[in-house]
């Protein structure tokens, strides 16, 4: 394992003092599956104030102390070294309410969650594996430490933690591990908004299919909301799949193809043995709104999020016209979004609609290549000003009528965008 420098530097500096230390967790893993580790931990046998000893001289952090962590900042670089340590009672299902510092080594690896977490490495004595972390990472499978209820019950959090890591790496979940999530997951009520908010973007962010399919009650139990989806039919041609599948199906636009559809329950009704979901998107929204600002979301991604919620029923062809409009209505950016997100929809339909995904294709190709000639999108862009309109004689409020008129017509294809062609169209029809 090729360490950057200033680890070696921590690891050299805590051993020539007499000191057990190694590299623990993350940077690990993260090695051993071939990808470069974004940050170091480091356990060690010195107590909190001999590693301050140690580094004396560095810039250190002590927001940790009291569980025995110490952060050195080396290189502009920020390294955790903390004392091996046995934790306490979880009174909250969150942390320990006490730490008790060990002079082992395996003591210290088996408090961790995950046995892909749960290794540790140094030059000298390689990896330190006593629980078959290694094994379990050529394997693919997601296993907690010991015994997964004590494991969960420890810490709520773990239970999404184990679903992110399963859906970053593709990974299975261990049968014993997967039991004690479903029947523990109620302990995800004592987790704050944030860390659910941090967890359940990173399991989306993953090969998240299954695990959403699978886990549909842990899913429920963080955005209730959504129970009334799982098991519910949509009686349509379009869809052969429950609400929830549908959704599944199409998450791989992340969270706003989770929530898009979660109003549907609410809006259902029957007509003549099809099932209709009329104004769906504007309870889904609704809905959404409440979910995103509970869960603690930046005030940018719910904007985003509930826009293309409330707009994902839009009808988009391919054809010019239908283009300009969608670009001047929405702008390009989000446009694109929005087709992106038709396209994402289809792959949730009946495979015999599968073949729009092609169409939605055939729109962003056109769409892009409109764009690549810098169509006017809105009245700055229009070769006439309002000074143009003013000397036809036209004044006021009119100026404003007239130029937002010459840009409908110009993005419904109506009229070219050059100064002559726009002032004749003005003169025939305001003048």
């Known amino acids: 394992m090729r360490l950057p420098e200033y680890v070696c530097e921590i690891l050299d500096k805590l051993r020539n003092s007499g000191y057990e230390a190694y590299c623990v967790g993350g940077c690990v893993r993260d090695y051993l ?8 931990d480091v356990t060690t046998s010195a107590l909190p104030e001999q590693i301050m000893k140690v580094f004396d001289g560095y810039k250190l952090l002590t927001v940790g102390l009291k569980h025995g962590t110490v952060t050195v900042i080396i290189n502009r670089k920020t390294v955790e070294i903390t004392t091996y340590r046995i934790d306490g009672n979880y009174t909250d299902h969150r942390h320990p309410s006490e730490v008790r510092f060990t002079p082992c080594l395996k003591e210290d690896l088996a408090r961790r969650d995950l046995t892909i977490n749960a290794m540790a490495y140094s030059p000298e004595k390689g990896i330190i594996d006593p629980f078959g972390g290694r094994e379990d990472l050529k394997s693919g499978i997601i296993r907690c430490v010991g015994d997964p209820m004590k494991r969960f019950d420890e810490d709520g959090l773990r239970i999404l ?4 890591f399963a859906s970053r790496y593709g990974f299975r979940i261990d049968k014993n591990t997967s039991d004690a999530i479903h029947r523990l997951r109620y302990l995800l009520s004592f987790i704050s908004a944030e860390r659910i908010n941090f967890e359940l973007c990173g399991i989306l962010t993953g090969n998240c299919g299954d695990i959403l399919y699978n886990y549909s009650d842990v899913i429920c139990e963080i955005i209730p909301e959504m129970y009334p989806c799982v098991g519910f039919e949509q009686h349509s041609k379009y869809h052969n799949k429950t609400v929830y599948g549908h959704i599944v199906a199409t998450v791989v636009a992340r969270l706003t193809m989770l929530l898009h559809d979660i109003g549907k329950p609410a809006s259902f009704f029957m007509k003549d043995g099809v099932g209709h979901f009329y104004g769906h998107a504007d309870v889904s929204c609704e809905i959404a709104a409440k979910i995103i600002e509970r869960l603690r979301f930046s005030n940018k991604i719910a904007d985003e999020v509930l826009f293309l919620i409330k707009n994902h029923g839009i009808v988009i062809n391919d054809d010019t016209r239908s283009i300009r409009r969608g670009l001047a209505r929405y702008g390009a950016e989000r446009f694109l979004k929005l087709i992106r997100v038709h396209y994402y929809d289809t792959c949730g339909k009946s495979p015999e609609y599968f073949g729009e995904k092609d169409l939605f294709g055939s729109i962003e190709e056109h769409t892009k290549e409109y764009l690549e000639n810098e169509p006017p999108m809105s009245l700055k862009q229009l070769k006439v000003s309002g000074s143009d309109i ?10 404003g009528e007239a130029l937002s008129f010459l840009l409908e017509q110009v993005v419904n294809g109506n009229c070219e965008n050059d100064k002559d062609s726009l002032l004749a169209l003005i003169e025939n029809n305001y003048l």
Request: charge should be positive; include cysteine.
């Open 390 to 399: 003013s000397e036809l004689g036209i004044t006021g409020k009119k100026i």
């Open 33 to 40: 599956l071939g990808q470069c580790p974004d940050d170091y």
């Open 161 to 164: 933690r184990a679903l992110r």
